[in-house]
């Protein structure tokens, strides 16, 4: 199969609608990463992002959605609770996935066999207008081939799923760089299943009580249930060997110094570059927890790029703010191995 690169002028964005509508799969960004979109109510359509990933079936989809109006218009979910209008008024468009009770048009295949569905209506106008031409919600994974670094550029997308899907949509690179917050309100408090860009403080702020769940921050015991399936796989992993440590920020460069060889490199800050003897990969400044998230999946896919790479040291990050996100997705790549110098 020839996958499309396809810029943003409106007949692209129409081309792309009449794909989807044909059941095919393209490739959209959004504010977060790029998305793998097939018509979320054609569950073979659906069936086909699973295979072009390689993608446990066991693994539900977001929906996404162009207006509020769509959830009552297309019937997805059997009901839309007070805490979800409450989200929603706050934060969509933007980077929230709500969990509620799934409506009778989402397939099997979406839900992967749950009783709920995931939604979110993304700000990227551009997202928007694909859904709009495609007259049907999306349903979207992150577009990487299922257990590397989600997509945050079209050359990333193409990257990974040349060949296997219809065409790319070239929306430029994602603000946020992380995907979305997801949020369930199916039990009596909501509870955040993963950080993302709408942090555990705003959704405080306008839920009043809002729980993390245990999968968020630690790893789970073998055999426990995940409450959101996502969170058991390993995921976001670069094929370098990523090694956290749990250290001050003098301790960290001479422990990368001690251990430097020219298969080591260094995910850092800015201020550590010059410190270091190894090759540097920086997320941004110390503490600008938003150019983190913006840089992690482009800097891991970069070091992935440089195969003499085998061994890359970061500092495990702090979970404040949107450092909540860049921790989850980074102790996942480490396999949830921390080095903790201040025990040794
Ligand atoms: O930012 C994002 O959310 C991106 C863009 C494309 O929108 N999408 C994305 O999708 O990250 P994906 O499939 O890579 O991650 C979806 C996560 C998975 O961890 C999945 O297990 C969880 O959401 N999820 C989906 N439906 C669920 C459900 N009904 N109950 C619990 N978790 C669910
Ligand atoms: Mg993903």
Known sequence: MKTLLLDTSK???????????????VGIPTETVYGLAADALNGKAVADIFKAKNRPMDNPLIVHIASLADIEKHRLVAEFPK??????????????????????????????????????????????????????????????????????????????????I???????????????????VLGDVP?????????YSQLKEVLGEVEVDKAVLEGLDDGEAAASPGMKYKHYAPSANVILLNSSDDEYIEYVNAHADSSTAALCCDEDIDKLSVQTYSLGKRGDYISHAHALFERLRSI?????????????????????????????????????????
Request: negative net charge; hydrophobic residues 40%; aromatic residues 4%.
């Open 166 to 184: 219809s065409a790319v949509v070239d929306g430029g690179v994602c603000e946020v760089g992380l995907e979305s917050t997801v949020i369930t």
């Open 304 to 344: 992935d790029e440089n195969k003499s790479i085998s061994t890359v040291y970061s500092r495990l990050p702090s979970a404040e703010g949107v450092g909540m996100a860049v921790y989850n997705r980074l102790i996942r790549a480490a396999g949830f191995e921390v080095i903790d110098l201040e025990k040794l």
């Open 83 to 164: 805490q979800a209008a409450l989200l929603a008024r706050a934060f969509w468009p933007g980077p929230l996935t709500i969990i509620m009770k799934k409506g009778e048009s989402i397939p099997d295949e979406v839900s992967a066999g749950l009783d709920s569905v995931a939604i979110r209506f993304p700000s990227h106008n551009v997202a928007q207008q694909i859904i709009e031409a495609a007259g049907t919600p999306l349903a979207a994974p992150s577009a990487n081939l299922s257990g590397s670094p989600s997509p945050t550029s079209a050359q990333h997308v193409m990257n990974d799923m040349d060949g296997r």
């Open 191 to 199: 509870r955040i299943l993963r950080p993302g860009g709408v942090t």
């Open 11 to 25: 007949e692209n964005i129409q081309k792309a609608g009449e794909l989807l509508r044909n059941g095919e799969l």
